[in-house]
């Protein structure tokens, strides 16, 4: 069974930071590349980061870069995302993916992505 559940969800000002978490089913951990997305009220999911299966390859969406790091602890079974900097518009439902027979570089839309937490909710205020 998959299982991705994302914490880490908060109210913040603008400016402040977060850390996302998203425990994983251990067999997932060591064979999938993982991913963040977000989705705001009115808008499409949006690509955020994402990572192979050992950490080697990351991706970030524009409009993150340079203020958001994606990580993974596959001993914890855990994937991250410290968010840095944050500002209104990184305001939305956060979720956590996973997919397999990921060789190399991960997917960078929501339609590479097999597998899906329940989100977590993140609101910047100004």
């Known amino acids: 069974q998959v299982q991705l559940v994302e914490s880490g969800g908060d109210s913040v000002q603008a400016g402040g930071s977060l850390r996302l978490s998203c425990v994983v089913s251990q067999h997932i951990v060591s064979n999938y590349c993982m991913g963040w997305f977000r989705q705001a009220p009115g808008k499409e999911r949006e690509g955020v980061a994402a990572?192979?299966?050992?950490?080697?390859?990351?991706w970030y969406g524009d409009s993150v870069k340079g203020r958001f790091t994606i990580s993974r602890d596959n001993a914890k079974n855990t994937l991250y995302l410290q968010m840095n900097s944050l500002q209104p518009e990184d305001s939305a439902m956060y979720y956590c993916?996973?997919?397999?027979?990921?060789?190399?570089?991960?997917?960078?839309?929501?339609?590479?992505?097999?597998?899906w937490g329940q989100g977590t909710q993140v609101t910047v205020s100004s």
């Open positions: 993916a996973a997919t397999g027979g990921c060789l190399r570089n991960p997917p960078q839309t929501a339609s590479g992505f097999a597998y």
């Open positions: 990572i192979s299966v050992r950490g080697i390859y990351t």
